[in-house]
């Protein structure tokens, strides 16, 4: 098993930065890929970025690109997004989640196996 608590989360105004943190614990070393999804009220689930849980290029959805980074502390076995120049659309339930493989689209929520309680993000304008 492989539990994630996200945290981080909380109120801020457009144009500023918040550092979200995924933990995980459990079976860690069956990880192959982590990714950050949201969903706002009356949306679906959207992918925002992904990184290997060893490696490898991260990967962010366009809406994103340019103002959030994922990155991961091996130590802590802690992967963060980090978001700037935030919007109002920004304004959703932020997920971690880990994927067992790498087959599927990294993109793609079903693709993943566990998955975080969410953390609420609200950009004010």
């Known amino acids: 098993q492989v539990q994630l608590v996200e945290s981080g989360g909380g109120l801020v105004q457009a144009g500023g930065s918040l550092r979200l943190s995924c933990a995980a614990s459990?079976?860690?070393?069956?990880?192959?890929?982590m990714g950050w999804f949201r969903q706002a009220p009356g949306k679906e689930r959207e992918f925002v970025a992904t990184?290997?849980?060893?490696?490898?290029?991260?990967y962010y959805a366009d809406s994103v690109k340019g103002r959030f980074t994922i990155s991961r502390d091996n130590a802590k076995n802690t992967v963060y997004l980090q978001m700037s120049s935030l919007k109002r659309e920004d304004t959703a339930v932020y997920y971690c989640a880990a994927a067992l493989s790498s087959y599927g689209s990294s993109t793609n929520w079903f693709g993943y196996s566990y998955w975080g309680q969410g953390t609420q993000v609200t950009v004010s304008s």
């Open positions: 990184s290997g849980w060893s490696g490898g290029m991260p």
């Open positions: 459990g079976r860690t070393f069956s990880i192959n890929r």
